[in-house]
């Protein structure tokens, strides 16, 4: 009797396949063919990012790309996790993988256990960065090397607990191919709170570290260009009611620079990296808590689920993008040329027309208080109003 109802359901899955028209395989293949682009473009961006920071002894050492490297990690896996499982579920269906199977349960509480984690550290990257600048005497004592293992590691607990419930009956989320997206296999759960609390408090928390940072930033640049402007107006007083003194006053006066247009730059480049990174992470976050409830298209759900995919590529790429240093180590990692793989050879080094470019790039940033790496330590200069921080563009701890 067993036999013969296995049997039966077997028939029955076989009979579902092949009833799948041409158009839902094509739509199939379009959805499959395009995740594959987007998440090899991810896997890789995010490769790259490791190496290249892994290949600096300056980024190495420094804890806040820690934060990055492990980011990455976290994207790297869940990268993974698509590729032997997602897409595949996608193209083959009942064939590869039932819905309510156990390694599909168990695929997506891994998937969500480094989701959360991710979610969790883009957080604490938003804290690091608003103490790093806010509170820049307090960094080294609060993200030293030994807490910032600590805290990446709690990190990874935190999102373990919160992916755990998945694993329950009541809370199992799941794959669902035909609808290009992951849902709860119950009606009801109250794991949606969980969710919804964990990914409104980082984003509450990146919102408000990064208002703060930018604000502070404005306020400074403003105080310097005061100052500054009062400076100048004292001198030329000074130099127009004594005629003895009038070189020494010139001179004083020609050395008083006005303030730069930099602050801008950083404030941009600031607001920019934080826009793009924090934007995706609100809309990926956004669609999959509310357009179930809006619209049961699958190409609604197809472009939720293909948000998730742009939000692991969307950070390796901001970062070699805003990321000077970054870039200029990727920029020495992928050049084929011998003198410029072994770092600072010398003088067949200073003849390679590319190195003669990469060495003036080199010298403009240093020069160029505006280019920093990542625009957010280098802002010290501004809120502290040191003299000696503004020469500093090359502290290990700046992202």
């Excluded at 390694?103 to 480094?114: G, K, Q």
């Excluded at 080294?140 to 935190?158: E, G, P």
């Excluded at 419930?165 to 997206?181: F, G, K, M, Q, R």
């Amino acid at each position: 009797m067993n036999d013969s109802i296995i049997l039966i359901n077997k028939n029955k899955n076989i009979n579902q396949l092949n009833l799948r028209t041409w158009k839902e395989k094509r739509d199939d293949w379009i959805v499959v063919s395009i995740w594959l682009a987007m998440l090899s473009y991810a896997l890789i961006s995010n490769i790259i990012i490791i190496f290249g920071i892994l290949r600096s002894t300056t980024m190495r050492g420094a804890t806040s790309y820690w934060f990055i490297i492990s980011l990455a990690i976290c994207d790297i896996v869940m990268i993974i996790i698509s590729l032997v499982h997602l897409v595949p579920a996608t193209a083959f269906h009942d064939s590869f993988i039932q819905v309510d199977s156990l390694r599909n349960i168990v695929m997506l509480s891994l998937y969500d256990l480094f989701w959360y984690t991710a979610v969790l550290q883009l957080g604490l990257m938003a804290f690091n960065r608003f103490i790093s600048i806010v509170y820049p005497m307090e960094y080294k004592c609060i993200f030293s090397k030994n807490k910032t293992k600590w805290f990446i590691f709690i990190m990874y607990v935190l999102g373990g607990v919160v992916s755990l419930p998945t694993l329950h009956p009541c809370c199992n989320i799941v794959w669902d191919s035909e609808l290009y997206i992951t849902r709860y296999l119950a009606d009801f759960s109250w794991h949606t709170y969980v969710d919804m609390t964990v990914n409104s408090f980082s984003l509450l928390l990146m919102v408000i570290s990064y208002a703060i940072i930018i604000y502070k930033v404005r306020e400074s640049s403003r105080a310097m260009a005061k100052y500054q402007l009062t400076i100048r107006t004292r001198l030329l007083f000074q130099k127009q009611s004594s005629d003895i003194e009038s070189t020494k006053y010139n001179n004083r006066t020609m050395s008083m620079l006005p303030p730069r247009g930099q602050v801008s730059k950083k404030e941009m480049r600031l607001f920019i990296q934080f826009f793009v990174v924090s934007l995706v992470f609100l809309i990926t976050w956004t669609t999959w808590q509310w357009l179930p409830t809006i619209s049961d298209s699958k190409w609604a759900y197809f472009v939720m689920t293909s948000l998730f995919f742009i939000n692991n590529s969307v950070n390796p790429t901001v970062y070699i993008i805003f990321n000077t240093q970054l870039r200029r180590e990727l920029c020495y990692m992928f050049c084929k040329n011998k003198t410029i793989k072994h770092g600072q050879s010398g003088k067949s080094r200073s003849n390679n027309p590319a190195i003669k470019m990469l060495n003036y790039l080199g010298n403009q940033h240093k020069s160029d208080h505006s280019s920093t790496d990542g625009d957010m330590i280098n802002s010290n200069s501004i809120v502290c109003g040191c003299k000696s921080s503004l020469t500093n563009n090359n502290r290990p701890e700046d992202v």
